[in-house]
């Protein structure tokens, strides 16, 4: 019983750790890749569709990150669209923004709990007197390995239709229209399509596998390195 108790509290330290990284990876590819939107832009010709300067559309993308962050009050953010001044945002792309801005804020704090988790578990082990050198690596690569696949699968069973999986997202996440923006008076859609998104999918996952090969491959060396022992 005791065993199953410290293998149980393994696994779950694993999925813990996880989302950690999950989260991890998509904060990394939003916030610490500038260079990133430049290179979507110059992709998707999005500078002729809001007819803006690479630099002017960088510093709006830079003061959208921040309002994500919660880094930013509020998304008033003046710029030069077609050579005339103006706020790039209107109030129907705030307010979905706040929405978005919900969620990433709700994330931070998800990764925060699953940090703790982590902790707790790993002290639990050591109160239960259990050999962690042991149990937590083998579990750790259990764990790793069933979330993985778990996320593997959803992984492809979007792939096969992302337009479809993009509105059920969009359906689960908010209780709302204001995501559905039209090109033709939200200048937001415009800057990031739903290309723009699946190359930012694409870009956690390789993030997020490369991440969790590494936690893998490090568990799977304690493990091998505990038997020569």
Same mark, same amino acid.
């Given at each position: 019983?005791?065993?199953?108790?410290?293998?149980?509290?393994?696994?779950?330290?694993?999925?813990?750790?996880?989302?950690?990284?999950?989260?991890?990876?998509?904060?990394? =590819? @939003?916030?610490?890749?500038?260079? &990133?939107?430049?290179?979507?832009? +110059?992709?998707? *010709? !999005?500078?002729?569709? #809001?007819?803006?300067?690479?630099?002017?559309?960088?510093? =709006? @993308?830079?003061?959208?990150?921040? &309002?994500?962050?919660?880094?930013? +009050?509020?998304? *008033? !953010?003046?710029?030069? #669209?077609?050579?005339?001044?103006?706020?790039?945002?209107?109030?129907?792309?705030?307010?979905?923004?706040?929405?978005?801005?919900?969620?990433?804020?709700?994330?931070?704090?998800?990764?925060?709990?699953?940090?703790?988790?982590?902790?707790?578990?790993?002290?639990?082990?050591?109160?239960?007197?259990?050999?962690?050198?042991?149990?937590?690596?083998?579990?750790?690569?259990?764990?790793?390995?069933?979330?993985?696949?778990?996320?593997?699968?959803?992984?492809?069973?979007?792939?096969?239709?992302?337009?479809?999986?993009?509105?059920?997202?969009?359906?689960?996440?908010?209780?709302?229209?204001?995501?559905?923006?039209?090109?033709?008076?939200?200048?937001?859609?415009?800057?990031?399509?739903?290309?723009?998104?699946?190359?930012?999918?694409?870009?956690?996952?390789?993030?997020?596998?490369?991440?969790?090969?590494?936690?893998?491959?490090?568990?799977?060396?304690?493990?091998?390195?505990?038997?020569?022992?």
């Amino acid at each position: 019983m005791m065993k199953l108790l410290h293998q149980m509290l393994g696994i779950l330290c694993a999925f813990a750790l996880m989302i950690t990284l999950l989260i991890t990876s998509v904060e990394a =590819v @939003t916030y610490w890749t500038p260079g &990133f939107y430049e290179k979507e832009y +110059a992709k998707y *010709h !999005v500078l002729d569709d #809001v007819n803006m300067e690479m630099e002017d559309l960088l510093d =709006v @993308t830079h003061e959208m990150m921040a &309002f994500l962050r919660g880094d930013r +009050a509020d998304l *008033h !953010v003046p710029t030069v #669209v077609g050579g005339q001044p103006r706020e790039f945002f209107n109030e129907r792309e705030i307010a979905h923004m706040e929405d978005v801005q919900g969620l990433f804020l709700a994330a931070l704090a998800i990764r925060r709990v699953c940090l703790a988790l982590m902790a707790a578990c790993v002290l639990l082990l050591f109160a239960l007197k259990a050999d962690v050198k042991r149990v937590l690596p083998k579990m750790l690569c259990i764990g790793t390995g069933l979330f993985f696949a778990i996320l593997a699968v959803l992984t492809g069973i979007i792939s096969t239709d992302f337009s479809k999986y993009f509105i059920v997202f969009h359906h689960i996440f908010f209780n709302n229209d204001l995501w559905m923006l039209d090109p033709r008076t939200d200048l937001l859609i415009n800057i990031v399509p739903e290309p723009f998104f699946a190359d930012t999918a694409a870009r956690i996952g390789i993030t997020y596998g490369v991440s969790v090969l590494v936690v893998f491959a490090l568990c799977l060396l304690w493990i091998k390195r505990g038997k020569t022992k």
